[in-house]
T-cell receptor, first 114, second 116 residues
Framework: DTEVTQTPKHLVMGMTNKKSLKCEQH?????MYWYKQKAKKPPELMFV???????INESVPSRFSPECPNSSLLNLHLHALQPEDSALYLC?????????????FGQGTRLTVV | GENVEQHPSTLSVQEGDSAVIKCTYS??????FPWYKQELGKRPQLIID?????GEKKDQRIAVTLNKTAKHFSLHITETQPEDSAVYFC???????????????FGTGTRLLVSP
């Protein structure tokens, strides 16, 4: 199983809503990542988790709150987002955050903030 | 610094032609350089990668070359096919100061269109 699964595929939320994005992998990877991708732009790293601990936070606003409940799951909790936060949110995983190995991406959640 | 430049931004070729995409990076400590293909509405997928201890790697119609001195690396696709049409991103590894962790910095992307 080389899949990274993200739910939901699409999400529309208001600026006062609270929602969560979910990501799951069963490859035994110990590094998990959240990326944000705007249209026609490259993925931009938001967070890196290594062995369930937050290791890199790319100065992401606090309205985005990551959580790693266990080695297979990664969540991104969203609260009080702005329309400019609308983007494709990609989860990825790799063997370990200290190694240079292939990062496997999920299919993403397309988020629209209205 | 964290910077990966990628050229060209768009590339149109005829089926059967070769395509070359070039990237430059700024951090001399970068030692891992993957290339991702992203089709419209789909996830980025690794197509080939190279580490700094080799200068070239080939996988069927795809090859990557690395010039560490010049901080350049390039993707070469031969005998292009319409299904090669996609956005291609290069990336370079970066180790933020005071951490032992690697992260990828992506280039700006190249939209490749292969016409039949």
């Amino acid at each position: 199983d080389t899949e990274v699964t993200q739910t939901p595929k699409h999400l529309v939320m208001g600026m006062t809503n609270k929602k969560s994005l979910k990501c799951e992998q069963h490859m035994g990877h110990r590094a998990m990542y959240w990326y944000k991708q705007k249209a026609k732009k490259p993925p931009e790293l938001m967070f890196v988790y290594s062995y369930e601990k937050l290791s890199i936070n790319e100065s992401v606003p606090s309205r985005f709150s990551p959580e790693c409940p266990n080695s297979s799951l990664l969540n991104l909790h969203l609260h009080a987002l702005q329309p400019e936060d609308s983007a494709l949110y990609l989860c990825a995983s790799s063997q370990a955050a200290r190694l240079n190995t292939e990062a496997f991406f999920g299919q993403g959640t397309r988020l629209t903030v209205v | 610094g964290e910077n990966v430049e990628q050229h060209p931004s768009t590339l149109s070729v005829q089926e059967g032609d070769s395509a070359v995409i070039k990237c430059t990076y700024s951090d001399s400590a970068s030692n891992y350089f993957p290339w991702y293909k992203q089709e419209l509405g789909k996830r980025p997928q690794l197509i080939i990668d190279i580490r700094s201890n080799v200068g070239e790697k080939k996988d069927q119609r795809i090859a990557v070359t690395l010039n560490k001195t010049a901080k350049h690396f390039s993707l070469h696709i031969t005998e292009t096919q319409p299904e090669d049409s996609a956005v291609y991103f290069c990336a370079a590894s970066l180790r933020p100061m005071n951490t032992g962790f690697q992260k990828l910095v992506f280039g700006t992307g190249t939209r490749l269109l292969v016409s039949p």
